[in-house]
T-cell receptor
Framework: DADVTQTPRNRITKTGKRIMLECSQT?????MYWYRQDPGLGLRLIYY???????NKGEISDGYSVSRQAQAKFSLSLESAIPNQTALYFC?????????????FGPGTRLLVL | GESVGLHLPTLSVQEGDNSIINCAYS??????FIWYKQESGKGPQFIID?????DKRQGQRVTVLLNKTVKHLSLQIAATQPGDSAVYFC???????????FGKGNQVVVIP
């Protein structure tokens, strides 16, 4: 069973539509992250949450919002989708410690904005 | 499959040979580093990690070397297999609070 799941796995939408991508984890981790990946580029952080009451912007948060509904759930919304938001979106989780910890990724959501 | 590997540096290696993938990191204060493997259509998968108080760490068929003097990280894969074909990228704990910064990646192609 996958520890980090994402739904949907694929989504096609039109410009201006609002969509939500969902992430669930069974790892018991407090920290969750949303990234986007574009061809030939590294992963870029959109938002991250270190616990249920903590939400932080990443490097490319404009046009996105998030909700941490529970320790195990972290959703990403595109309020009004635009074509340059076409990308692969990944959710990740990590444990909390004083130093760096491995981030574990979900399988990704492929989003196409027409 | 997705085009994650588009325009990435590519390493072609014969099956059975050793592979070395290199990564330059940006912050001399980074204290934690990870190597990930990403196969087509999948999310990044943890391979091995190393903390800054070490210069070498070994796993199963993989070794990570850390050279803090020149801010360089490498991943060595022994006896490369077709299943090792993927994009490999490094990450550093750049901000000290587990906000990782990721490299763009290297495409490894294993030739049978």
């Amino acid at each position: 069973d996958a520890d980090v799941t994402q739904t949907p796995r694929n989504r096609i939408t039109k410009t201006g539509k609002r969509i939500m991508l969902e992430c669930s984890q069974t790892k018991g981790h407090d920290r969750m992250y949303w990234y986007r990946q574009d061809p030939g580029l590294g992963l870029r952080l959109i938002y991250y949450s270190f616990d249920v009451k903590d939400i932080n912007k990443g490097e490319i948060s404009d046009g996105y919002s998030v909700s941490r509904q529970a320790q195990a759930k972290f959703s990403l919304s595109l309020e009004s989708a635009i074509p340059n938001q076409t990308a692969l979106y990944f959710c990740a989780t990590s444990a909390t410690s004083g130093g760096g910890e491995t981030q574990y990724f979900g399988p990704g959501t492929r989003l196409l904005v027409l | 499959g997705e085009s994650v590997g588009l325009h990435l540096p590519t390493l072609s290696v014969q099956e059975g040979d050793n592979s070395i993938i290199n990564c330059a990191y940006s912050n001399s204060a980074s204290d934690y580093f990870i190597w990930y493997k990403q196969e087509s259509g999948k999310g990044p998968q943890f391979i091995i990690d190393i903390r800054s108080n070490m210069d070498k760490r070994q796993g199963q068929r993989v070794t990570v070397l850390l050279n803090k003097t020149v801010k360089h990280l490498s991943l060595q894969i022994a006896a490369t297999q077709p299943g090792d074909s993927a994009v490999y990228f490094c990450a550093e704990n750049l901000y000290g609070n587990n906000r990782l910064a990721f490299g763009k990646g290297n495409q490894v192609v294993v030739i049978p």
